[in-house]
């Protein structure tokens, strides 16, 4: 009597995964209906995976869900200068598009279920996966990644059993993945080995008709990006190293594409890749120069050229991606004169004339003091040659009349001077006034406000203990002593910021 149940309960499950499949022509409305239906019948199965007909039939439906709900060419954005222009979708076919993927990934899992080994795992099923772990992207909602998330964390279980299954998904997912969708946009900087070419022929990198057909992966396929981010996350020294001529090709194809989006995808994408790749790969291949000559430019993305909502998630990225890239062609704390000189070239480039441009928007000022707090650790006692530029910059934002409107431009330029006194404390005592009258400034203005927020009292006792910090390093030099008694003469309030 059993053995019947089962059977008619494995020729059930394949007769609705005959139903739920079709012929292959339903509409997108049939689908998510099917995708529904399916997850609900499965809600509350369990398939025994270990009878031929039912993995058979289960097989056929996960490559079918994961043909489905991998997203299409409706969520990628439209070209430039396209002559035809395509129907958008609407937000209510955008929404439902959404739901039917979240649903899909929900069948996966009810299909996969608790033991996911016993079902093959396809490229394909990855791929589909990988496509739903960036929470920035349109199609993805917080219940769609932590589904996806969890999914390929079992496969992955399953994967690495097998040293070499892991190297082959790799291979699989690079290759005949994400490689085609580059191979139109190749960067002409770049060998087959993806080294440096001796002699590159510049090409056009200006929208125009043929833009859509060139690059399928912004225009057609924009998850390829999302996945090829995945695999970066994923991968080893080894690893990467093995499959170098497939990974910077399209990580150089995404960092110089004429989209603001893209870039800020580039450098975050580099980002992931400087922390894995082998520390003289970059040199070798003659990369690290070009990555460093690509971000440079991206230094000068500044208002009003740019508009300031691009700008400043452009910048952070750039700054993060080159300060990276220079610790890992040159070392974290080595003192080399290549390093030194790469870091001096990103301060002179972009820290300051990036204040000289668009130093009056707060916003735009802020980020570029964080980042020139990450610059003075960078370069450590070398920062001292760059304190005569910088120094000014930050007694100009400490001191400036309405400087309490905007604390965290406040905050970021006291943290660069933070990290001037631990880097370069030798010289501090030589710009001492320029330090003093920055902070003894901002500290008198914090306190002459009638209901300071919780935030300028935050910043009053930062900058009473850096104070104090500049007063230990000034307490054996007698004409900084005599100088500073002058200004407690003057001012008794200042007698406890001041204080020796």
Same mark, same amino acid.
């Given at each position: 009597?059993?053995?019947?149940?089962?059977?008619?309960?494995?020729?059930?499950?394949?007769?609705?995964v005959?139903r739920?499949?079709?012929?292959?022509?339903?509409?997108?409305?049939?689908?998510?209906?099917?995708?529904?239906?399916?997850?609900?019948?499965?809600?509350?199965?369990?398939?025994?995976?270990?009878?031929?007909?039912?993995?058979?039939?289960?097989?056929?439906?996960?490559?079918?869900?994961?043909? #489905?709900?991998?997203?299409?060419?409706?969520?990628?954005?439209?070209?430039?200068?396209?002559?035809?222009?395509?129907?958008?979708?609407?937000?209510?076919?955008?929404?439902?598009?959404?739901?039917?993927?979240?649903?899909?990934?929900?069948?996966?899992?009810?299909?996969?279920?608790?033991?996911?080994?016993?079902?093959?795992?396809?490229?394909?099923?990855?791929?589909?996966?990988?496509?739903?772990?960036?929470?920035?992207?349109?199609?993805?909602?917080?219940?769609?990644?932590?589904?996806?998330?969890?999914?390929?964390?079992?496969?992955?279980?399953?994967?690495?059993?097998?040293?070499?299954?892991?190297d082959?998904?790799?291979?699989?997912?690079?290759?005949?993945?994400?490689?085609?969708?580059? #191979?139109?946009?190749?960067?002409?900087?770049?060998t087959?080995?993806?080294?440096?070419?001796?002699?590159?022929?510049?090409?056009?990198? #200006?929208?125009?008709? /043929?833009?859509?057909?060139?690059?399928?992966?912004?225009?057609?396929?924009?998850?390829?990006?999302?996945?090829?981010?995945?695999?970066?996350s994923?991968?080893?020294?080894?690893?990467?190293?093995?499959?170098?001529?497939l990974?910077?090709?399209?990580?150089?194809?995404?960092?110089?594409?004429?989209?603001i989006?893209?870039?800020?995808?580039?450098?975050?994408?580099?980002?992931?890749?400087?922390k894995?790749?082998?520390?003289?790969?970059?040199?070798?291949?003659?990369l690290?120069?070009? /990555?460093?000559?690509?971000l440079?430019?991206?230094?000068?993305?500044?208002?009003?050229?740019?508009?300031?909502?691009?700008?400043?998630?452009?910048?952070?990225a750039?700054?993060?991606?080159?300060?990276?890239?220079?610790?890992?062609?040159?070392?974290?704390?080595?003192?080399?004169?290549?390093?030194?000189?790469?870091l001096?070239?990103?301060?002179?480039?972009?820290?300051?004339?990036?204040?000289?441009?668009?130093?009056?928007?707060?916003?735009?000022?802020s980020?570029?003091?964080?980042?020139?707090?990450?610059?003075?650790?960078?370069?450590?006692?070398?920062?001292?040659?760059?304190?005569?530029?910088?120094?000014?910059?930050?007694?100009?934002?400490?001191?400036?009349?309405?400087?309490?409107?905007?604390?965290?431009l406040?905050?970021?330029?006291?943290?660069?001077?933070?990290?001037?006194?631990?880097?370069?404390?030798?010289?501090?005592?030589?710009?001492?006034?320029?330090?003093?009258?920055?902070?003894?400034?901002?500290?008198?203005?914090?306190?002459?406000?009638?209901?300071?927020?919780?935030?300028?009292?935050?910043?009053?006792?930062?900058?009473?203990?850096m104070?104090?910090?500049?007063?230990?390093?000034?307490?054996?030099?007698?004409?900084?002593?005599?100088?500073?008694?002058?200004?407690?003469?003057?001012?008794?309030?200042?007698?406890?910021?001041?204080?020796?």
């Amino acid at each position: 009597m059993n053995n019947r149940t089962n059977h008619t309960s494995e020729e059930h499950f394949a007769v609705v995964v005959r139903r739920l499949l079709g012929n292959g022509k339903e509409i997108e409305n049939q689908q998510h209906e099917r995708i529904l239906a399916g997850e609900i019948y499965l809600r509350d199965q369990q398939i025994d995976l270990t009878v031929p007909e039912n993995h058979a039939a289960a097989s056929q439906l996960q490559d079918w869900t994961v043909k #489905v709900i991998s997203p299409t060419d409706a969520f990628a954005e439209e070209p430039s200068f396209a002559t035809e222009s395509k129907c958008a979708a609407s937000p209510e076919e955008i929404a439902r598009l959404v739901s039917m993927k979240a649903a899909g990934l929900h069948l996966l899992n009810h299909l996969r279920g608790p033991q996911p080994c016993k079902l093959e795992t396809p490229t394909a099923l990855v791929a589909c996966l990988a496509s739903f772990t960036n929470l920035q992207d349109s199609w993805t909602t917080q219940e769609a990644y932590d589904l996806a998330q969890s999914m390929l964390s079992n496969h992955l279980a399953c994967i690495h059993k097998d040293p070499q299954s892991f190297d082959c998904l790799v291979k699989d997912l690079l290759l005949n993945h994400v490689k085609p969708l580059f #191979v139109k946009s190749r960067s002409p900087a770049l060998t087959d080995q993806a080294r440096k070419a001796v002699s590159p022929v510049p090409g056009p990198n #200006v929208p125009s008709d /043929f833009e859509s057909a060139n690059k399928p992966w912004k225009f057609q396929s924009p998850h390829i990006v999302t996945i090829f981010q995945w695999i970066l996350s994923e991968l080893n020294s080894s690893l990467v190293e093995a499959h170098w001529p497939l990974i910077i090709p399209p990580l150089l194809t995404i960092l110089d594409d004429v989209s603001i989006v893209y870039k800020i995808k580039g450098c975050e994408l580099l980002i992931l890749l400087l922390k894995v790749a082998p520390s003289n790969l970059l040199e070798r291949s003659g990369l690290g120069e070009i /990555f460093h000559n690509t971000l440079m430019p991206y230094l000068l993305y500044l208002p009003s050229l740019t508009p300031e909502e691009e700008s400043i998630p452009l910048l952070n990225a750039a700054y993060t991606a080159l300060i990276a890239l220079t610790s890992a062609r040159y070392g974290t704390y080595e003192t080399t004169a290549s390093r030194i000189k790469a870091l001096d070239a990103i301060f002179r480039y972009g820290i300051l004339k990036g204040h000289a441009h668009a130093g009056e928007k707060v916003r735009i000022a802020s980020l570029l003091m964080k980042k020139s707090t990450d610059l003075v650790h960078a370069m450590g006692i070398h920062c001292v040659k760059h304190l005569k530029d910088l120094l000014p910059l930050i007694s100009t934002a400490l001191t400036a009349p309405f400087a309490t409107v905007y604390p965290p431009l406040l905050e970021a330029a006291l943290q660069t001077l933070r990290a001037i006194i631990v880097n370069g404390w030798p010289r501090v005592g030589f710009h001492r006034g320029e330090v003093l009258e920055g902070l003894i400034i901002c500290w008198c203005r914090i306190q002459d406000e009638e209901k300071p927020i919780s935030e300028l009292m935050a910043i009053k006792d930062e900058i009473e203990d850096m104070s104090h910090a500049v007063m230990q390093l000034l307490k054996d030099d007698e004409d900084a002593k005599i100088e500073i008694q002058m200004l407690r003469d003057s001012d008794p309030g200042l007698e406890t910021l001041l204080k020796i």
